[in-house]
């Protein structure tokens, strides 16, 4: 059978498009989708990648009404709680889970849901 290779992109509406991407861009280093040739588009580094469907009332993701929940690999993750906090944006404490790795979360500007991970 043949098989999927990755995760070729992630499209969700914003409230002010312009704004999120740049906040994706500044404090998580997401370089946006070029608009005009020869830019390049952000490259991410080979690696695992979770796909779990969640039963629609998880609490996990938080707002019930968000359907959706980035999950992006770090190398550092105190040092990324560290640098985001530092920024003045709220991040919940690392969770660390043997084997698996450990976990933070927080929300972007505009209430989604992003959690940070740094496998084991």
């Not at 070029?34 to 993701?61: I, L, M, R």
């Not at 707002?63 to 190398?75: L, Q, T």
Request: aromatic letters at 12%.
């Amino acid at each position: 059978m043949e098989k999927v290779s990755g995760i070729g992109g992630l499209f969700f509406r914003a409230r002010d498009p312009k704004a999120l991407g740049n906040w994706y861009q500044q404090h998580l280093g997401v370089t946006l989708t070029p608009t005009s040739e020869g830019g390049t588009v952000w490259q991410q580094e080979a690696g695992p990648t979770a796909f779990s469907p969640f039963p629609e009332t998880t609490k996990y993701f938080g707002d019930p009404n968000k359907v959706w929940m980035v999950n992006f690999r770090v190398h550092d993750l105190d040092k990324m709680v560290a640098q985001l906090r530092t920024a003045g944006i709220e991040v919940k404490d690392p969770e660390s889970y043997p084997g698996i790795g450990s976990f933070a979360r927080l929300h972007d500007p505009e209430g989604n849901p992003i959690e940070l991970w740094q496998p084991s």
